[in-house]
């Protein structure tokens, strides 16, 4: 039980990575093996990931992830005789979108390497970014004409227009029942005068104003496994191989393990039947005789004929033996 008095200050783990990685890469249009050493330097902390960029490539390479020598001893961290590549991987080629654009596009390559969990480094992603150019025409708002002024009145037309309604307050009514009847020259002055068609408003053409927008877009790269491992086919034809050399050397234990079960009953065997021994009076006195010379025959063939028998001629004297002398056995483990 933990006391009160006993506290653990605030504590941070931080995996540190024992083993320098470094990577080697080779473009199909180049030929040409580059290496970038120090990619996963010893003290890192991990899981962690890394980027490689190329300007101007597509993809269409091989990579590979492989155990560097120490930078100090310059000698491998590995046992001797472990391979120091992780792996290696075909990387595909993108296609660019935007190549036909005015000024073309340009185009680069990342590959993104991650140190897992395990402390084991593996090809993450592989991204190519194309960018480009592209002029955008941006519509201009134009101002819209002012509409014109109207035309100040004279103040001779203000004049008759007041004495015309002057004559009017002083004319009489009409008699009821009797309609007033305009004259026709105040009727003609009354209608409006007709309205002078407008001239039709020109049309201002439209401005843009151009200005050059920096695009780019991501295209995601696929690439493959290259397998260290065995073809199937191959790998089939060693295990059938294996289990041939299992069965041959089965076959020779198996006539060592009959050997010495042989052997062994029959010495077994023997001594118990001599004078004092365990088995002496548990056997027909009439087959002792010729059993015990049996034995002996058996303990002389294995070490002269038998050196060269076969597995099937060992397990037929062995029953031939176990037939007379199981019982033999039985009847002392009963009465004894």
């Known amino acids: 039980m933990l006391t009160p008095n006993f506290s653990v200050q605030p504590f941070k783990l931080n995996d540190y990575n024992s083993l320098p990685v470094s990577i080697s890469y080779n473009f199909k249009d180049a030929n040409q093996d580059k290496q970038y050493p120090g990619f996963f330097k010893v003290g890192q902390k991990f899981p962690m990931s890394q980027e490689l960029t190329w300007d101007g490539k597509e993809g269409d390479m091989t990579l590979a992830i492989n155990y560097a020598a120490d930078s ?27 190549a036909d654009v005015d000024g073309g596009s340009k185009s680069k390559l990342t ?32 101002a819209k004409p002012a509409a014109p002024a109207k035309k100040p009145e004279k103040k001779e037309e203000k004049k008759e227009e007041a004495k015309a309604e002057e004559a ?36 201002a053409e439209q401005q843009y104003e151009e200005k050059v927008r920096q695009r780019s877009r991501e295209y995601g790269v696929s690439f493959s ?24 050397d089965r076959a020779i234990l198996d006539v060592k393990e ?38 002996q025959a058996t303990v002389d063939w294995i ?20 037939a007379v002398g199981d019982p033999v056995k039985n009847r002392w483990r009963f009465r004894s």
């Open 225 to 248: 496994t290259v397998s260290h491992a065995i073809p199937p086919d191959q790998r089939k034809q060693y295990a059938k191989q294996e289990a041939e050399l299992y069965a041959a």
């Open 303 to 322: 070490y002269g004929e038998g050196e060269s028998a076969v597995l099937k001629e060992y397990q037929e004297r062995y029953s031939a033996l176990k």
């Open 168 to 203: 009017k307050d002083g004319e009489a009514p009409a008699a009821d029942g009797a309609e007033a009847k305009p004259d026709a020259g105040e009727a003609k002055a009354a209608e409006p005068a007709p309205e002078e068609p407008k001239a039709p408003e020109p049309v």
């Open 72 to 98: 100090n001893t310059g000698v491998s961290p590995l046992l001797p005789g472990l391979p120091d590549t992780v792996a290696q991987y075909t990387v595909g080629k993108a296609k660019k979108t935007k």
């Open 111 to 142: 590959v993104r390497v991650r140190n897992n969990i395990h402390q084991i480094p593996e090809l993450e992603s592989v991204v190519m970014t194309e960018s480009w150019s592209e002029i955008e025409k941006i519509p201009i708002k134009v």
């Open 258 to 295: 009959a050997k010495n079960d042989l052997e062994a009953y029959a010495y077994d065997m023997k001594g118990n039947l001599e004078p004092y021994g365990n088995y002496e009076h548990y056997i027909d006195p009439t087959l002792k005789e010729s059993y015990v010379q049996n034995l």
